[in-house]
């Protein structure tokens, strides 16, 4: 199976990045369509753009409601054709009513080894709650923040000096290893 992915961001975009480079060196068999960001400002619009795919700023703030900017949102990924949305730093969280209408075809990547640790700040929990483990992992998106089904997770070790700041590097470089994993088993599961 070879997707249409439609990448879906807010920030820097390392893991956006990563998955387009993954498809040029052909280690996924799978094309970006289109990188879509939520916040004008995100430093990966330029990154993206760099790259020479598609990239399309779709700013919340310029809707009334909700359902007016997912409306467009689900319009756009429709004209691009995108059959898999991979959330990758996007910082809103998607209505059950989208998440309904794009049923099993959103991945989303967490910093944590999920059931632990939903939600933001996850790097500042974890040190305070001085797990041994931590890491990252790639799930469905379903109505419930950070609940959806487990595809695949990544383990990394926390170390006594580890603070936040350096527990995020590491986990970063296991999330790029693990989204490219994550979509190379989808599109064989799915053949
Ligand atoms: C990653 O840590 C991801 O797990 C989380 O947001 C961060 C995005 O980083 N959801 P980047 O924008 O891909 O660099």
Not at 106 to 133: D, Q, W, Y
Request: with cysteine.
């Amino acid at each position: 199976m070879e997707y249409n992915l439609g990448i879906l961001i807010s920030g820097n975009g390392s893991n956006m990045l990563n998955i387009i480079e993954a498809t040029k060196k052909k280690l996924i068999k799978s094309k970006v369509a289109t990188v879509i960001s939520n916040n004008p400002m995100a430093l990966g619009i330029k990154r993206a753009s760099e790259k020479g795919v598609d990239v399309k700023i779709i700013n919340q703030n310029q809707y009334s409601n909700i359902f007016d900017f997912e409306n467009s949102l689900s319009n756009y990924l429709l004209k691009k054709k995108v059959d898999l949305i991979c959330l990758a730093g996007f910082m809103k969280v998607l209505s059950k009513d989208f998440v309904k209408k794009w049923n099993n075809k959103i991945i989303n990547i967490h910093p944590s080894l999920l059931p632990a640790f939903k939600g933001l700040n996850t790097h500042e929990r974890a040190i305070r709650k001085k797990v041994k483990f931590s890491g990252c992992t790639v799930h469905f998106v379903n109505k419930n923040i950070d609940s959806g089904k487990i595809i695949d997770q990544e383990l990394v070790r926390v170390l006594k000096s580890d603070d936040a700041g350096s527990l995020q590097k590491k986990i970063l470089m296991k999330e790029h290893k693990l989204y490219i994993r994550v979509l190379k088993y989808l599109e064989t599961k799915n053949e």
